[in-house]
């Protein structure tokens, strides 16, 4: 076992490398580490497998990315349209949908892209946003494309005015790799403006999601994208549809947001909305074209639909069609249909929809986008018809008729999938003894608490609390968590970390108290062994065969408890909050310190990753010492403390 984990050190040591900023301090360049970054893979002619993949796009920019395994010499691509489970197969092993991903992971290529986040501004929906945060100056940002077994690696520069940044890679393992989780606080220091940071991750998993900035509620601003990484499928499908990302938009930036509300609310598809539609509010620039799916009849299509709201939790449904779930987040499932599903801020689902079979004439239909009745929201409160936010276009149909009546049938309620549904592919068994609570075997109890007024900082209201206390987290943007392993006394309480001196055999198990907030871990997909609507510990009974796994679920929609439960197996500092962007700014997060024992030796003093982050920071605190750069930038605000300037969590 020693053996390992030094082999798993020095691998840990080599990616660490590549995540050294080219800046020794702010303003001072050095030879950049990668050359030109790109999507496309920069080797020479491949032995293995290359191939296009199934799903990818058919024409357009990006229509000539392959899978590529050139080192995998004695493996055929084996996926076919009549069996997309399978992805590489050899006399000795096949790589498809049954295959242990946490364990067994194919061999791809190096990955390169290159994003620049700048001050922006968007018309989503016939209104400028003036306010926006974006990579590359596109919203959303750039498609993030890959293949199972892929490293990726993304070297960010921010050439942001007044803010920092950090990027995440929603929901991606990250194994033995909490360096490039990119959260602020946490992992690293923000990438102070005109500084550069580069992140390496290898695509373990398969499926679609997100990548957003985690520096505050930025994401919110723009600074997000889709990402997907092409492996097998649990159904068969034809032809594949890009990302379809939901989200809330307003028109007033994020960080003002959290402290009011998001100002002339739209719902937008892929960027693109329509500001007349949810509250009669007049366009005061050119409403973008809405956003469209072309279908033919008969042919199936994989859809990855995914949420990435600032408070919003989406049912999504197309009108006269049905959706087959395949997937959760970066979990294959056993295929199950619906007329609608429920997605909670984070989520994704992989659906196939195929084309209605005997249409031969021009039609099209709405694809609805309602918002759930979370934390008191009312369908009755926007227009009728706010949901017809997308449409799927047969030949030359036009627009569906605006008082169409073949929506599917909904529930608004604030809830999840139904637990019974979400079955993974691949088993886990759960052991029944959780290494931290093995005599009474509930696992640590956490519940979601608040507070009518701020104690902590300005807008301290909400906390995810294991002490029964009122423990709101607050990051300190100077001095991460990740620069303080082997830290021998009591953490700052206000970093709320929580320890888990277990090692990577070990399970642990979380039951987490409160209604209808999505609750992200990173670093981990977890198994849910329970969802009650009753009060812990009433009706206690995780099960531990196969329960449905994922990395966000939804709190019960009236109140109660979900258990969790995962393998403590991934060194390093981990957060969990909330992914509502005001809440979670408000406090409602916690992280764990996973086996630090093990993290010190992986990341010891003057390690590549260690280095790095260490200038991240020197180049950090330099701009953020001087208050001139603060916003509005005339030093009107330098009579202020950074707590009143930054006056939330931080993540």
């Known amino acids: 076992m020693k053996l390992i984990d030094r082999v798993w050190t020095c691998i840990t040591y080599v990616l660490s490398c590549l995540s050294l900023s080219p800046f020794t301090e702010l303003g001072g360049v050095e030879q950049a580490v990668l050359p030109p970054p790109s999507g496309h893979p920069n080797h020479g002619k491949p032995k293995g497998p290359s191939f296009k993949p199934p799903g990818g796009r058919l024409k357009g920019p990006g229509a000539d990315f392959t899978c590529e395994y050139p080192s995998m010499t004695s493996y055929t691509f084996c996926s076919k349209p009549g069996n997309r489970s399978c992805w590489l197969t050899s006399p000795g092993f096949t790589y498809d949908i049954n295959t242990n991903y946490e364990t067994n992971t194919p061999q791809g290529i190096q990955r390169n892209y290159s994003f620049d986040v700048s001050d922006y501004w968007i018309n989503g929906d016939g209104m400028n946003f003036t306010e926006a945060k974006v990579f590359n100056k596109q919203y959303p940002g750039p498609y993030i494309q890959a293949c199972w077994g892929d490293t990726v690696t993304v070297t960010v520069t921010n050439s942001l005015r007044y803010n920092g940044t950090s990027i995440h890679w929603h929901g991606i393992r990250q194994w033995n790799t909490t360096q490039n989780?990119?959260?602020?606080?946490?992992?690293?220091?923000?990438?102070?403006p005109q500084d550069s940071f580069t992140y390496t991750f290898t695509a373990m998993q398969y499926g679609s999601s997100w990548y957003h900035s985690h520096y505050s509620v930025?994401?919110?601003?723009?600074?997000?994208?889709?990402?997907t990484l092409y492996g097998p499928n649990s159904a068969n499908y034809d032809e594949g549809v890009d990302p379809i990302l939901l989200t809330d938009w307003g028109h007033n930036s994020a960080f003002q947001a959290i402290q009011s509300e998001l100002l002339y609310p739209t719902i937008l598809l892929n960027g693109a909305g329509n500001i007349t539609r949810y509250y009669g509010i007049p366009n005061t620039s050119v409403i973008p074209p809405i956003y469209r799916v072309?279908?033919?009849?008969n042919v199936s299509y994989l859809l990855r639909v995914i949420n990435t709201s600032f408070n919003s939790t989406f049912v999504f449904s197309i009108d006269n069609h049905t959706l087959q779930v395949v997937e959760a987040d970066f979990v294959p499932i056993k295929p199950y249909t619906a007329q609608s599903i429920h997605i909670g801020i984070g989520q994704r689902y992989h659906v196939i929809v195929t084309?209605?079979?005997?249409?031969?004439?021009?039609?099209?239909?709405?694809?609805?986008?309602?918002?759930?009745?979370?934390?008191?929201?009312?369908?009755?409160?926007?227009?009728?018809?706010?949901?017809?936010?997308?449409?799927?276009?047969?030949?030359n149909g036009g627009d569906p008729d605006q008082n169409s009546n073949t929506a599917q049938p909904f529930d608004p309620t604030c809830r999840d999938e139904p637990y019974g549904s979400l079955s993974p592919i691949y088993p886990w068994t759960v052991p029944r003894t959780p290494a931290n609570?093995?005599?009474?075997?509930?696992?640590q109890n956490l519940s979601v608490n608040g507070e009518g007024a701020p104690t902590f900082?300005?807008?301290?209201?909400?906390?995810?609390?294991?002490?029964?206390?009122?423990?709101?987290?607050?990051?300190d943007y100077g001095n991460p968590t990740f620069l303080n392993l082997g830290n021998t006394g009591p953490w700052n309480p206000i970093w709320t970390v929580l320890t888990e001196?277990?090692?990577?055999?070990?399970?642990?198990y979380f039951t987490i108290s409160g209604h209808q907030h999505p609750i992200h871990l990173h670093?981990?997909?977890?198994?849910?062994?329970?969802?009650?609507?009753?009060?812990f510990p009433t009706g206690f009974n995780p099960n531990l065969s196969n329960p449905p796994r994922r990395d966000v679920v939804l709190l019960p929609p009236s109140g109660g408890y979900v258990v969790i439960a995962y393998k403590t197996d991934n060194p390093g500092t981990w957060l969990m909050h909330c992914h509502i962007a005001n809440h979670a700014a408000a406090g409602l997060a916690l992280q764990f310190m996973e086996d630090e024992a093990q993290a010190q030796q992986f990341w010891p003093p003057g390690s590549p990753a260690i280095v790095a982050a260490q200038k991240t920071c020197y180049n950090w605190n330099q701009w953020w010492g001087r208050c001139t750069n603060w916003w509005p930038g005339d030093g009107s605000l330098c009579i202020y403390n950074d707590e009143t300037t930054s006056p939330d969590s931080g993540i």
Do not use: M
Request: overall charge neutral; glycine content about 12%; hydrophobic content about 35%.
């Open 457 to 475: 900082y300005p807008l301290a209201f909400l906390a995810l609390s294991g002490t029964g206390r009122f423990d709101p987290i607050r990051v």
């Open 523 to 535: 670093g981990h997909d977890f198994a849910i062994l329970q969802v009650s609507s009753q009060t």
């Open 294 to 297: 072309k279908f033919v009849p």
């Open 437 to 443: 609570d093995p005599i009474y075997r509930f696992g």
């Open 218 to 227: 930025q994401y919110a601003d723009g600074a997000n994208g889709p990402l």
């Open 355 to 395: 084309g209605i079979p005997t249409l031969t004439n021009s039609a099209s239909y709405w694809i609805r986008t309602y918002q759930a009745n979370c934390f008191g929201f009312d369908q009755g409160i926007p227009q009728k018809g706010y949901e017809r936010n997308g449409i799927v276009q047969y030949f």
């Open 501 to 508: 001196p277990y090692n990577s055999s070990n399970w642990v």
């Open 181 to 192: 989780d990119g959260v602020n606080g946490l992992t690293q220091c923000p990438i102070a």
